[in-house]
Every structure is written in C-alpha cells, then in structure tokens.
C-alpha cells in the first residue's frame, strides 16, 4: 500500500529545533474543542498528513497554520518565529485549498501572479516566476485560459502552481485530490510529490483518504476528535498501530478482543472466544488483563484443509493462531479476493489472498468449510 | 429518439413558453407598434391619417419623419434627453454607492438574520409609492419636517429651499430605487465563494485589496444588473419629477406628459417615447450582446 520511496528527511536529523512547531495549539468553537491541545513537531522538507475522518479537527488545525482561526490557546513556531499573531497575508505560509479556489475572473496566468503582485515584485520578475511555475505543472499553453476552461487535474496543477509561485515557507494542502476521480487522484498524488520535492517545501496536508496519505506524506499524524492518536510513518501507523481506532482506520483489521493468560518474557498467550494466540514477543501488560489481537486480512491464511505443523511459523504456535469457519461471503477483484468467513463462533473475519497465479488449483467459494490460520509474529496487540 | 428529443419537441414545450411570448407581444410590441405609428402619422383635425391608404387601386404609404427632424432640431428636446439620462445615471451611481455597502453587510450577516434584512428592504414596497414620494414633499417644503426642526434647533434662520430642486429630485429617485440595486446586488455576493477571499488573503493580499480585486469583479453582473433596474425607470420616471422635480429638472417624462396632454400631439408625444425607448433600449442590446459573448467566462 505504501509506495513511498522517497528519500526524504523523516526523524529528526540534524537534532536542532523543528522547522514548524505546534505546541498545545487549543481551538474551541462555543464549548466543542475541534483541536485539543495537539503538540506536533515538522522537520524541513517534510511530508506530513493529518489524516483523519470529518470533523477530527484536521482542517482547524491546517486552518490555524494558514491564519484563518486563531487559536484558542497554544503556540504556532515557524523557523523558532510564533506566527499565532501574524494575518493571512502576513504569514510566509501558502495554502492549496479544496477545490482549489482559483479566482474564476482571472486566467491562469493572473491567477499564478495574484500573490507575487501583492507583494509589489517588478513586472519582468513577476513574469519570468509565473513562466517557471507554468513550466514546473507544465501548463504554458494554458495561460491565457480562465479556470472553467481547465479540466479537474490542470485546475489543481494551477492551484498548486499559484500556491508555490511566493515560495512559501511552508506549503498547505486542503484535501489536495478529494476533487478529482480515482484513476486520475493515483496518477497525480506522485506527480504532486515530485512537484514539491522538486521544489524542497516543507509540507503540511490534511486528507481523509489514508491511501493518499501514504503515498504522498512522509509522516501521518492520525487524529480523531481533536487530537492526534499516533504520528509515524506510513509503514509504522500500518503495521504497529498503537490503539484500536488507528488500527481500524488505517487499512482494514480483524479484532479479536481477549484475555492475557500467559505472560512471560518471550511470549504471551491470549485466550479469545475464536481461538488462543500465541504472541512470540512479550507485552506490556499483566496476566488477566483485556486486551484486543489486531490481525491484518493479508496477513491471514486460507484454505479448506488444515495446515501442517510444519507450515506453521514454528512449532509452538501449533493450536494456536487457527480457527475454522464457513466462507459467508467473497469479493473477487481482480489482484486479490476478500473473504468474509464466518467463525464457528459467530465472530465474522475478513481475509484476503493474493491472487498470484491465473487458476488456482482450488477456488474457494461460497458455504466452503475452511481452516484460516495466520503467524503470532504478525499480529499487533492493543491495549486501548 | 432520446428522452431530450421528446422533450424538446414536445408541443407542450412551445406552449409554455409560447404563452409569456403571446402576452408580450399583446402588451408590449403591439402597444408599442402602435405608438410607432402614431409618431409618423399626420394629424388630422382630431383623428390621424392611416400610414396606409388605399384609394382607387392605388397603395399611398405617407410616412412623416416631421416629428423626428424636428426634435433632432430642437435644443430643447435634446437637452431634455441628456438632463434624463444624467438624473438617471446620478440616481444609479448613488444608489450603488448606498446599495453595495448594504447588499454586502446583508450577504455576510449570518444566515439566519439574512431574511430579517431582506424583509427590511422590501417593506417600503407595502406602501404605495406614491404616498411615500408625497411623503418627502412634507418632509423637505420650505415649512416642511426638515426646515422646521433645523429651524427650532437654532442651526439655520431661513428655511433652505429643499423642494422642487434637483436635490430633491435625485433625493426622491434614489430613496424609491434603492432596493432595485440592493436586491440583485445581495443576490449575487451573497452566492460568492468566500473561499476566494480567503485564497486571496492566503496569497497576500490585505482585505480590502481582496475587496477590490476579487469582490468587486466577481459582483459585475449584480453591479449591472442593479443599474439597469435603476437607470432605465429612472430615465422616463414622470412622477417623482412632476411631485419632487421644479422647473430646472427637465426630465424626458415631464415633456412626454405635456405633449400628451397639455399640447395633444400625439404624434410627437409618440415620437419622443420611441426615441426615448430607442435611447435605452440600444445600449441594453449591445450590453446583452456583450454579456452572451462572455457567457460563462465570470461564474460569478
């Protein structure tokens, strides 16, 4: 899922002060805190996603950053100055907003100089930035169009190009592809990463789609009502999420909630009215604590017979990590098939297999009696 | 044949549209055909003569321009044209100026209290107008409301001559029209994208270089909109210039009343209303024109 191979700056590096530094940032509307003392530091030349459902609170933040809401509390550093004071227009800070809000009057090319204009460049300067810009979203031809004579993918080209023509400090990105259709949305989340890298600008977007997020941030901060549940990247949220709604919310995961009855060093066991798991770590938890085994559908097996005990990761999860059940259900599309198996104890879990080969020797279908199995070492155990 | 096609053949498509074009045709075009007419007939005692004579085979078309030289040749005429057409276009540059600041405070007041304000611009209406351009006339006499008070307070010692100047004429004209500015005017920004403002802020831009660069052009059709409501009333209004207007507002309406009336020409009274129709109704067809040219170019 993540295709993020960008060599890009992602902890800390050089160990001095973070570029963008949101400290106990608060924002209240009436009693409702939409941002709860969010504290979030960004490096130079960062990626970073809010991702999040509606309403988490994720675009107040992105809001603050711009100059829109002022907080209710807290502090907004940029290069160690707070800016918490500044206006809009004071700010070095750009924003690329949903839906773009290209001037409709403007062609692209006013649209492009709108903010180098305000700030009283010379006209050959002025021309010879928007003719670069115009060359980085290639749209040169386009110049003289207004915005409705662009197509959904060239109007957020022109929204970015107008938001980078100031060179900004930092460059927002409102739900940067949520206007555009999903075959297009893949295509040009890369692009818009090789436009910003191209440039070097720290980054901050909010999304609600955690494939965009992946693809395009370097880091992901998660957040739901008001605060940030886990920041990370990509591959971290996915694979050791810290809580049961990141866990949920980042791709798609079977809970299995449980006991801890074994607790040692090396390994626990978790009894769940589906099955007992053998975990091969050890936890911080204690013996009788509830806890839930967060297992990914990929990280599953399937198949009408049981497995061998040598097919198992190791011999001491033998009895262990398996449950048998009916195949309720089965998407098929296409690169892989999704099966929503029913446990004997009721508990329904999602698996899905890679379809590697063109036929397979057994298909699976629906009402199939099939053992589904998967390995301790790639579970996640959650304790909130 | 797709669904559109069905539609759009329908017989019951021409219908309804063709009932609003048979209304105006009947009250408007043929009334208006009609003035023509009358404007190059040739009086005759109290009749006119038909434009169209047919005596002994032959067809006679007797059309007299008379009315048209002569008010091309009368200053007087012409001035009253011009003295129109500057009372209108003042009456619609304050009324921008009063409307704009209104219609905007009104759009972006909070939408529950936007039906209060917009009640509050149509209330005048529930009175007739007429009664309200009385109104003033007590208000700004010489011993009227105004010169009394002022009076009474010490401030002046004669009454200052309010009515029947050309004060109390634009005065009357803005006061009645100002709606008809506000109305399309708040129906325009209150359907702006205040996104636009923000992006604009965003770019650097103060509020009020956002105001004038991103507002101002993006309200054009309400600005024009509004002004056609009040320029084109404005240049032929007959009654708040015969109630408020004196002797030196000459307005095109007062001198179309006269020779209506007073002189009984009514083939120059005619001639006067086409040219006044003509005068309003050119610019209106080039603008229109402009406007279809442009469709789409501002979604504003």
């Given at each position: 899922m993540a295709t993020n191979s960008n060599p890009r700056p992602e902890a800390p590096a050089n160990g001095g002060a973070p570029f963008l530094q949101i400290k106990r940032i608060v924002k209240k509307f009436d009693d409702v805190f939409a941002v709860d003392e969010v504290t979030l530091d960004i490096q130079q030349g960062e990626i970073f996603a809010l991702l999040g459902s509606?309403?988490?609170?994720?675009?107040?933040?992105?809001?603050?950053?711009?100059?829109?809401?002022?907080?209710?509390?807290?502090?907004?550093?940029?290069?160690?100055?707070?800016?918490?004071t500044l206006a809009p227009y004071e700010r070095p800070i750009n924003m690329m907003f949903q839906s773009y809000a290209l001037f409709p009057h403007l062609t692209v090319w006013d649209n492009i100089a709108f903010g180098l204009r305000r700030d009283g460049l010379p006209k050959p300067e002025i021309e010879a930035r928007v003719a670069q810009m115009l060359d980085l979203v290639q749209l040169k031809a386009y110049a003289k169009r207004k915005p409705h004579q662009l197509s959904g993918g060239q109007q957020q080209r022109v929204a970015l190009a107008r938001s980078l023509a100031k060179r900004p400090k930092l460059l927002l990105l409102d739900e940067p592809l949520g206007a555009l259709d999903a075959k297009l949305r893949e295509r040009t989340q890369l692009e818009l990463v090789g436009i910003i890298e191209q440039v070097g600008v720290t980054c901050v977007m909010v999304t609600h789609d955690q494939e965009e997020a992946m693809t395009m941030a370097t880091r992901i901060g998660v957040m739901s009502e008001g605060k940030i549940l886990q920041i990370g990247r990509p591959d971290?949220?996915?694979?050791?999420?810290?809580?049961r709604f990141v866990a949920d919310?980042?791709?798609?995961?079977?809970?299995?909630?449980?006991?801890?009855?074994?607790?040692e060093p090396d390994h626990v066991v978790i009894a769940s009215p589906e099955c007992k798991h053998y975990i091969n770590h050890g936890i911080t938890g204690t013996a009788g604590m509830a806890v839930h085994v967060a297992v990914r559908p990929e990280k599953m097996s399937i198949r009408q017979t049981q497995p061998l005990d040598g097919e198992r990761e190791s011999l001491a999860e033998v009895g262990f990590n398996m449950a048998q059940g009916v195949i309720q259900d089965l998407a098929y599309l296409g690169s892989l098939t999704t099966y929503h198996v029913k446990l004997d104890n009721g508990t329904v879990v999602k698996v899905t297999h890679t379809n590697a080969a063109r036929h397979a020797a057994i298909r699976l279908t629906w009402g199939d009696r099939v053992y589904v199995w998967w390995c301790g070492g790639d579970v996640v155990v959650l304790t909130r | 044949m797709s669904i559109?096609?069905?539609v759009t053949g329908s017989w019951g498509r021409s219908a309804v549209i063709g009932v609003p074009m048979v209304f105006l045709l009947a009250v408007f075009l043929l009334p208006f055909l009609i003035v023509f007419k009358i404007s190059v007939s040739e009086m005759d005692v109290v009749l006119f003569k038909d434009v169209l004579t047919w005596t002994d085979d032959v067809v006679t078309v007797s059309v007299k321009l008379g009315n048209y030289i002569a008010l091309a040749q009368d200053s007087l005429y012409i001035q009253t044209y011009l003295s129109s057409l500057q009372f209108a276009a003042m009456t619609t540059a304050i009324c921008l100026l009063i409307a704009y600041p209104f219609a905007y405070f009104m759009a972006r007041s909070p939408a529950d209290k936007r039906p209060a304000l917009l009640m509050l611009?149509?209330?005048?209406?529930?009175?007739?107008?007429?009664?309200?351009?009385?109104?003033?006339?007590?208000?700004?006499?010489?011993?009227?409301?105004?010169?009394?008070?002022?009076?009474?307070?010490?401030l002046i010692s004669e009454p200052i001559k309010m009515m029947n100047t050309p004060f109390s004429l634009v005065l009357g004209m803005v006061y009645t029209y100002v709606p008809f500015m506000i109305l399309p005017l708040y129906a325009n920004l209150v359907k702006m994208d205040l996104r636009l403002l923000e992006a604009a802020l965003d770019l650097g831009a103060t509020p009020w270089q956002a105001f004038w660069r991103i507002t101002v052009p993006l309200s054009k059709s309400g600005i024009i909109a509004g002004s056609m409501l009040v320029f084109i009333p404005c240049v032929g209004e007959f009654v708040i210039p015969e109630l408020l207007g004196g002797p030196q507002t000459l307005m095109i309406g007062r001198v179309l009343w006269d020779e209506f009336f007073s002189n009984n020409d009514w083939p120059m009274a005619a001639t006067v209303a086409v040219v006044m129709v003509l005068l309003i109704i050119v610019p209106l067809a080039l603008f229109n024109k402009h406007q279809a040219e442009t469709a789409g170019g501002g979604r504003a």
């Open positions: 509606s309403g988490c609170g994720k675009s107040t933040l992105l809001r603050m950053l711009a100059g829109f809401e002022t907080p209710t509390s807290g502090q907004i550093l940029l290069a160690g100055q707070d800016i918490v971290e949220i996915y694979e050791t999420p810290n809580c919310f980042i791709g798609s995961v079977n809970l299995f909630k449980g006991n801890v009855e074994e607790d | 559109r096609d069905k611009v149509m209330l005048p209406f529930w009175t007739s107008f007429l009664l309200r351009v009385y109104a003033w006339k007590m208000l700004l006499a010489d011993s009227g409301v105004f010169n009394n008070m002022a009076m009474a307070l010490g």
